[in-house]
């Protein structure tokens, strides 16, 4: 690490010296890098503009100038881009441009470009596994996870030990359906990173996938046990539960996830689909209630609503939800389930509409009454 002290005395230096050689693009270069590393970015940018001004082909200013675009936010990547074509075109196996074009891309969104560059990238620097790490997370993400696996295998070929080539290997290994390979890749993790908690993450969702549910469980328990708090945990223990047929247990494990994230929708989603399962059909309202004020998008989650509501005939309640449900199927342009649920809606409508004249009917009635029994009362 460059002490700050040593950089303003570089700093002095260079200045001195375009004192003298106001025409040395080369130096004006060297001072913007240190102004950047100063992180003072507008005199750096002006320092790297007038290198370029002077030397049109110098490769170093482009890059350096793409460099302080970036730090200076994800909205000056097309800039920077630009910049780090410049300094390619001028050198096209300039390796440090060809990895920072690299960020741009990724910062800019554009994958296949960013894949593009990054293969440019290993022919030339056989022997760095960051590339290929990030290859193999581009095509993780885009279902890729045949190509994925080799990436991973390429990284791992260069460092044995990389734990989060290991992981990212055991989740393509799962999406393959290949559970033995995918278990045995995380573990690998898990033992060089015990204190890790995402290995055990990896590792329990292997094992689920597999069917291998006390090993799910037993993984989940030492992540638990790096961080108790985490809700995210609690949650999968009761997928590992539900998975294994104990419903109730998984309905302990859900309503700690919420206990613990008071916010955590994929807690309040489960517990509402396992109290419906267990016919606890109040609780299930709960659930359905909460999880429906953080995500009010959801469709499904309304007919949900609407069915436990109507199940406990609450049928005006079961309107309003199946009305909501109507309305976000017709948005998503889901014509059948929508005219579904409409049907449903106007079914609720009618019992609701029945409902509200008997309450009121037995409101009138117990007023008649209690009219009566006070005259009778008075007369005695």
Avoid at 114 to 131: F, G, M
Avoid at 287 to 309: G, H, I, K, M, Q
Wanted: charged letters at 35%; one cysteine or more; glycine letters at 4%.
């Amino acid at each position: 690490m460059i002490l700050m002290s040593s950089l303003e005395e570089k700093l002095r230096e260079v200045i001195k010296h375009l004192e003298s050689n106001p025409g040395d693009a080369s130096a004006w270069n060297t001072q913007g890098v240190i102004l950047a590393q100063l992180e003072k970015f507008g005199d750096a940018l002006r320092s790297l503009n007038q290198a370029i001004k002077l030397d049109s082909t110098l490769a170093a200013a482009y890059t350096n100038r793409g460099r302080v675009l970036l730090a200076l936010g994800k909205d000056k990547a097309p800039e920077a881009l630009k910049s780090f074509n410049r300094a390619l075109q001028l050198n096209p196996t300039d390796l440090d441009a060809l990895k920072d074009s690299a960020v741009a891309l990724r910062a800019l969104g554009k994958g296949v470009e960013e894949l593009a560059c990054l293969k440019t990238i290993v022919t030339i620097s056989k022997d760095d596994w960051r590339p290929w790490l990030r290859i193999g997370d581009i095509q993780l993400e885009s279902g890729r996870f045949k190509g994925a696996v080799k990436s991973f295998k390429r990284v791992l070929e260069i460092d044995e030990k990389n734990v989060p080539a290991l992981l990212h290997q055991s989740i393509a290994l799962s999406m393959l359906d290949q559970w033995k390979d995918a278990v045995k890749s995380a573990e690998a993790a898990c033992k060089l990173a015990p204190d890790n908690i995402e290995t055990w993450r990896v590792l329990a969702d292997a094992n689920l996938r597999a069917e291998k549910y006390k090993s799910a469980m037993k993984a989940l328990k030492k992540a638990a046990s790096l961080d108790p708090t985490d809700a995210d945990i609690e949650n999968t223990m009761g997928m590992v539960e539900y998975r294994s047929g104990r419903l109730r247990d998984a309905a302990k494990h859900f309503n700690r996830a919420t206990i613990r994230n008071k916010k955590h929708a994929r807690g309040f989603r489960n517990l509402g689909f396992i109290y419906m399962e267990l016919e606890e059909w109040s609780k299930a309202i709960d659930a359905w209630e909460r999880f429906t004020s953080l995500v009010r998008n959801d469709p499904d989650s309304f007919d949900a609503l609407a069915t436990a509501y109507a199940r406990l005939d609450d049928f005006c309640g079961a309107t309003e939800a199946w009305e909501k449900s109507r309305k976000l199927y017709k948005k998503k342009g889901d014509t059948k389930e929508s005219s579904r649920v409409t049907n449903l809606g106007r079914a609720a409508r009618v019992n609701c509409s029945r409902q509200k004249k008997a309450a009121k009917a037995q409101k009138e009635h117990d007023k008649a009454t209690r009219s009566f029994d006070d005259r009778r009362r008075k007369r005695r």
